[in-house]
């Protein structure tokens, strides 16, 4: 599990925890106590990792995480959930960055204000 954390630079705790919530699904455990992690194990945790980094919640994430147990025919049943949820973070991040470019325009003009000010105070 070290090496896991180590290679996708999360802590060791962070994978234990996506195991007790049921992210990961069944982990293999050689000798009943030393996790093995399959290739899908893997690759289900790079997922989950994007997922987070989108600002999908983990409740969101847990809805979606079947991703990876349907078969190809099945996909479309999942798809129009993931389309929800992605289009509500681009509503989010749409926000924010309006919001953002506001808040820098203010420093910007905020800046130029001292400025002024200490030009005057040269003169």
């Given at each position: 599990?070290g090496?896991?954390?180590k290679?996708?630079?999360i802590?060791?705790?962070?994978i234990?925890?996506y195991?007790?919530?049921?992210?990961?699904?069944t982990?293999?455990r050689q000798?009943?106590?030393t996790?093995s992690y399959s290739?899908d194990?893997?690759?289900?945790?790079?997922f989950?990792?994007?997922?987070?980094s989108?600002?999908?919640?983990?409740?969101?994430?847990q809805?979606l995480s079947?991703?990876?147990?349907?078969?190809?025919?099945?996909f479309?049943?999942?798809?129009?959930k993931?389309?929800?949820?992605?289009?509500?973070h681009i509503t989010?991040?749409?926000?924010?960055?309006v919001?953002?470019?506001?808040?820098r325009?203010?420093?910007?003009?905020?800046r130029?204000r001292?400025m002024?000010?200490?030009?005057e105070?040269e003169?």
């Amino acid at each position: 599990m070290g090496a896991l954390a180590k290679q996708l630079n999360i802590t060791t705790r962070t994978i234990r925890y996506y195991e007790e919530i049921g992210l990961m699904g069944t982990i293999d455990r050689q000798g009943g106590t030393t996790r093995s992690y399959s290739k899908d194990d893997v690759l289900r945790l790079k997922f989950i990792l994007k997922m987070k980094s989108l600002g999908i919640s983990l409740k969101e994430i847990q809805e979606l995480s079947n991703i990876f147990d349907i078969h190809e025919q099945e996909f479309s049943s999942i798809t129009p959930k993931l389309i929800e949820i992605l289009d509500h973070h681009i509503t989010i991040l749409d926000e924010k960055m309006v919001s953002l470019s506001s808040l820098r325009q203010d420093i910007v003009e905020y800046r130029q204000r001292i400025m002024n000010l200490l030009n005057e105070g040269e003169q």
